[in-house]
Structures are given as structure tokens and as C-alpha cells.
């Protein structure tokens, strides 16, 4: 081979090479072009049942492909919905997630039908400005005997109704720590319907695994999955949960129970302006988002409380007060938007009696008051404290029943802030009195005591007793309201709907209530079945009949078995 043959060889080799890289080069960038311009798309893995009972959950586990993020849980790098039609025609958006629990790394879609009937759903997922969709599927939800979601009712707003229109009373205790399967248990052995819990970091089966948010923009799997299979219990034994999303604590770097330490938010501004930073309210968005498409469906998810006891943040303590207001509104705001299920909100304030926040009640859903007694409330009765504990109770729920027409609650009372000393006998006379002056002063539930380790195995079996006595109440669908009653020695409370009444009374004068002279004002003509129930034992001590007279009824109370101070009673015409 000559010198220019040889020349002529290395040129071409050269320019092979060239050509090579070139053409790599391109490909390569072809390619990410093509991945680029490719639509995301969504299918469906699988779902739990292609037939779900009215009420129940319907899962659906999804496959993503052609999507790219860095963050799972943020719904601006990949917003995965579906959009449900009823069989009514009604079209429903429930937002999908990403679950890691155990390692599940699955994206999914929770829902839970209140129609029987064939459902049409659509599954869309978006990601880098493009969308993808699944075609048009179905499922079918068929009868059940559950009653669904809890809301002010309709027909008596100052009372909860299920989503079918029956009545919910709550009857429970808080319990925001330390928790475990025995105290679910106990619930359910005293025929307890109502459970509240923080998400705080005190230890337990939920609260033992830290807070949701301990990163910012990014959710705590291990405990949004011990919350699945809380409310999985929870179903089971029909508790409705009140959720607080925000305790105190967690606003808090200088006041009571401070915890803001534990806040990702610290990382962005500073504590005091937690209620009105834009960049904190986008991320706080984003949480809630998540927390619906988590846990909405469930029929035993009962209240948002949205902040526990506002006035021990800081934002608070240094005179934010209207921004705390507003930042309550814009949250109550979102979640009337964006719950499909109409879960109601509630927030409060700690247990003083300067406490009362009317502005706070006229926002939210549920009025919530927390009262603890010794914390400012009058003693009303100075020669009689017991009296004067049952007075703060009654009081305190009738200024609710008179200033809402919404279902109102006292969220937290008991714990060491009563007259009395937990070792005292007395501290179970006042739970009694308490939960039995609240329910006959128009209140919709029972107080929530703080907290589960204050009631002894005697006030779990009060408030067995009460949950007995209201069990066939049609609060949300009879306009009850406080009647004129008189006895004599005895403080009495009755709630009268016309055909039916309830009432209850105590003596101050005697401890034994029995032979105590009754006069009730009862419109109508016609006979009234009265039936008397010993309160400490839940027991029915008698039933009479009775005829008004003059537009009253006239009553005595029957001699019980052992002496009691007071007695309860429900009147029905017959």
C-alpha cells in the first residue's frame, strides 16, 4: 500500500468514527426527545372488589409509566384523580396517592359509594403538562347496613345524622397517646362510638411512630399506615374518629407543650407567622389533599379538628388573633371544597371560661368548647361543689344550644382540672353528672374526657349506661328543644320534641331523689308513656302512664332500689 493509499485509510476511519459519534449522538438525543413527547399513562394493577357494599372501600391499585418525579406526594409533579359518576348521575373527583407503607411502593384510589348501583369511573394522571387516562370502567355497590359518614343533619342541625340520614350521638373519651389494642377494645365493650387522637409523637400503637409531616412535603409512611389500620378497627367496632391535625404543640416553640422543633415548617419561616405564610399555607395544602385521599372514604373518619387549643401557639400568644381566625376560615374553606365525603371541621381553644370563642364557633362546622373548671369557671354553689361542677356543664351547653343551630361539643373537660382529685369518689360523681347534664341541655355528645387514663372502670360503665339510654333517640330527625320543668329540690333538664322527651334531674336537697315532685309543660292532649332509668345502673326502674293536664304533666319519681340522688326518664305519647 502507497503512502496516500494509506492516508486515504486513516481519513476514512477517521471520518467513520466521526460519523459514528454523530449519529450516537442524535440518536440519543432522539430518544430523549421521543420520551419527552411520549403521554403519560395510567392503568389499572387491580382493585379489592369489582362489588363494594354501600359504605365500603373501593381500592384501586395503579400502574404508572412515562412519569417522572422526585416527590411521590407532591400533586404538582404527579396529580393522579379519578372521576366517579353515580349511579344518580352525580360525578365525584377523588384524588389518588402514593402508599409506601412497608415498602408498597403503590400509587392508589380510595372510595366509598352511598348508592347502590352501577358506578362508572375514569382514572386520569398528569405529569410534565401532559395527561394520560384510563378508558371508562365499573364497579357496583350493593346494600349494606352501614350508615356511612357523620354530618350535621339536615332535618336537626344542633344534632349529627349519618350520611343515610340516621342519628349519631357521640359518646367517647380522648385518647391522643398510648394507645392500643385494649383501649379499642374497651370501646367497644361500653358500646363507645367516638374517638379522638392527635397527631402528635407520645408513643402508642398510631402515636409511637412520630408525626405525619416530619419532612416537609413528605408524609410519614409507617404512620399513615398504623392510621389505615386504626380505621380498620375502627370500622369494625363503628367508632367515628375526630382527627386534630394540627395540636398546639406543634405551633408552639415558647408556649405550654412546646413541639415546633418537631415541625418541618421551622425550616421556612418563623413560628409566630405560621397562620399566614403563603409559601407554609401551599405545603399545608398539599398535606390535606393527602390526608382526604387517605382516609375520607372511611366511614369512620368522623371530624377534622383542624387546631387543638389555637391560644397555646405562639401566633397566637403574640397577638395574631385575626390571622389565626382567618388561617381557621381559609382551612375550613378548603376542606368544604375538596372532602367529597362533607366530613365537618372543628377547632378550640383550651379549657378556661374566658375561653369561649364566638368568633371561632360562627366559622366552623362543630363548636367546640373545652372545659376545664378550675381553670376560671365560677363556683356557683360555694357550699356545694359537686352541684356547682354539674351547673358549669349544663350552662355551659345550653349557651351553645341558644347562640347555634349546628351540632356542638365540649372536645376535652375532666382530666385534674375539676373540683375534685381523681383519688376523690367525688371525681366520678362529677363525670356522671356531667356527661347526663350535657346530653339534656341539647349538646351532641357527651364531653370528651381528657383523657383515657382518668376514667376508672366505673365511668366506663356511666357512659355505657348513658349510650344505652340515648341508643333509641331520634336526635337528628326530631326538632327537640329545652322544655319548662320544675322539681322540687332538684335541678332538672329536659329535652321535648313533642311526641318525644327526655329529661334528667338531680337532687341537691337529698340524696335520694325518689318521691320528688315533677311539673313539665307538655302541649297536646292524648296519654304519655313515662319509663324512669336508674342511671347508675342503666336499669328501667318503672313505667307509667300519664295524662296532661291543663297543658302539664305532673310527675313523681318512683322509689328505686338503692338510694340515688338522680334519675333519668324519656316520655313518649303513646
Not at 236 to 262: G, R
Not at 539 to 564: A, D, F, W
Request: charged fraction near 25%.
Amino acid at each position: 500500500m502507497n503512502k496516500y493509499s494509506a492516508i486515504k485509510s486513516q481519513l476514512f476511519q477517521a471520518l467513520s468514527v466521526l460519523l459514528m459519534l454523530f449519529f450516537i449522538m442524535n440518536y440519543s438525543a432522539l430518544g430523549n426527545n421521543n420520551f419527552q413527547s411520549k403521554v403519560p399513562e395510567v392503568t389499572v394493577s387491580e382493585v379489592n372488589s369489582a362489588k363494594v357494599k354501600k359504605y365500603e372501600k373501593f381500592e384501586i391499585w395503579l400502574n404508572l409509566q412515562n412519569v417522572t418525579y422526585e416527590n411521590p406526594f407532591d400533586p404538582e409533579e404527579v396529580d393522579l384523580y379519578a372521576i366517579f359518576q353515580s349511579p344518580s348521575g352525580k360525578e365525584i373527583q377523588i384524588n389518588g396517592f402514593y402508599d409506601n407503607y412497608e415498602d408498597a411502593d403503590q400509587w392508589k384510589i380510595r372510595f366509598s359509594p352511598n348508592e347502590t348501583g352501577t358506578y362508572k369511573y375514569q382514572i386520569f394522571v398528569e405529569n410534565k403538562g401532559k395527561k394520560g387516562k384510563t378508558d371508562s370502567q365499573t364497579f357496583e355497590a350493593v346494600i349494606s347496613d352501614h350508615s356511612g359518614w357523620i354530618k350535621p343533619s339536615e332535618v336537626n342541625p344542633r344534632y349529627f345524622s349519618h350520611d343515610d340520614g340516621t342519628t349519631f350521638f357521640a359518646v367517647g373519651v380522648y385518647s391522643p397517646w398510648r394507645n392500643n389494642q385494649e383501649r379499642f377494645d374497651r370501646y367497644k365493650e361500653h358500646n363507645a362510638n367516638f374517638f379522638a387522637i392527635w397527631d402528635i409523637g407520645y408513643g402508642g400503637f398510631v402515636n409511637g411512630t412520630g408525626i405525619i409531616e416530619e419532612e416537609l412535603g413528605r408524609y410519614n409512611q409507617l404512620k399513615c399506615g398504623r392510621i389505615d389500620s386504626m380505621l380498620t378497627i375502627f370500622e369494625q367496632n363503628d367508632i367515628k374518629l375526630m382527627y386534630a391535625i394540627w395540636p398546639h404543640d406543634l405551633f408552639s416553640e415558647t408556649v405550654w407543650a412546646a413541639e415546633w422543633d418537631k415541625n418541618p415548617f421551622r425550616h421556612l419561616i418563623d413560628v409566630a407567622d405560621v397562620y399566614k405564610d403563603s409559601l407554609v399555607w401551599e405545603y399545608q395544602k398539599k398535606k390535606y389533599r393527602y390526608l382526604i385521599a387517605r382516609y375520607a372514604h372511611s366511614r369512620s373518619w368522623g371530624i377534622w379538628e383542624l387546631i387543638n387549643e389555637m391560644n397555646g401557639t405562639d401566633g397566637w400568644a403574640q397577638g395574631r388573633h385575626q390571622e389565626a381566625f382567618d388561617w381557621v376560615a381559609k382551612a375550613q374553606k378548603y376542606f368544604t371544597e375538596n372532602d367529597p365525603y362533607g366530613h365537618p371541621m372543628t377547632a378550640s381553644f383550651s379549657g378556661g371560661f374566658n375561653e369561649y370563642r364566638r368568633q371561632l364557633h360562627e366559622i366552623i362546622d362543630v363548636p367546640n368548647l373545652h372545659l376545664y373548671p378550675r381553670q376560671g369557671w365560677e363556683l356557683k354553689y360555694p357550699e356545694d361543689s359537686l352541684r356547682s361542677a354539674m351547673h358549669n356543664y349544663a350552662w355551659a351547653a345550653r349557651r351553645f344550644y341558644d347562640n347555634f343551630e349546628k351540632p356542638s361539643i365540649f372536645g376535652e373537660s375532666g382530666a385534674e382540672w375539676e373540683y375534685f382529685k381523681r383519688n376523690d369518689d367525688r371525681y366520678c360523681e362529677v363525670y356522671h353528672n356531667a356527661i347526663w347534664a350535657s346530653l339534656t341541655n341539647g349538646l351532641a355528645g357527651i364531653p370528651v374526657w381528657w383523657d383515657y387514663t382518668f376514667l376508672t372502670p366505673e365511668d366506663w360503665e356511666q357512659l355505657s349506661h348513658l349510650a344505652g339510654f340515648v341508643a333509641d333517640i331520634d336526635f337528628a330527625n326530631l326538632s327537640f328543644e329545652p322544655a319548662d320543668a320544675t322539681a322540687e329540690g332538684a335541678d332538672i333538664y329536659v329535652m321535648d320534641a313533642g311526641k318525644d322527651c327526655f329529661g334528667w334531674l338531680r337532687s341537691f336537697s337529698n340524696e335520694n331523689v325518689g318521691g320528688t315532685k315533677i311539673t313539665l309543660s307538655k302541649k297536646g292532649k292524648g296519654k304519655f308513656k313515662v319509663s324512669w332509668f336508674d342511671t347508675w345502673t342503666g336499669k328501667r326502674i318503672k313505667t307509667e302512664t300519664i295524662i296532661p293536664k291543663k297543658g302539664k304533666l305532673n310527675l313523681t319519681v318512683p322509689e328505686m332500689y338503692s338510694q340515688r340522688p338522680d334519675i333519668a326518664f324519656k316520655i313518649r305519647k303513646k
